[in-house]
């Protein structure tokens, strides 16, 4: 699985905001929704690369259409 080494939950939530999800609740954890998918993404700063890699790979995304909307 390739890395996606940096990602500040900050952007990660603009990106998937980008594509249509919306933040469904909030915590430890910022849980997002497009109505059909459910991520969970952690307030971390920076994300665990293999983190970030399952996080877009649960929304439907390859890694390389995620890098490009950063």
Do not use: C
């Not at 919306?22 to 983190?51: L, S, Y």
Request: proline fraction near 6%; charged fraction near 20%.
């Amino acid at each position: 699985m390739p890395r996606i080494p940096g990602v500040n939950h900050q952007q990660a939530v603009k990106v998937f905001e980008s594509l249509g999800f919306w933040i469904a609740r909030q915590g430890k954890h910022i849980t997002m929704t497009d109505g059909k998918r459910v991520i969970t993404i952690p307030r971390a700063n920076p994300i665990n690369a293999f983190t970030m890699a399952g996080i877009v790979r649960d929304a439907g995304l390859s890694i390389e259409e995620f890098r490009q909307r950063l």
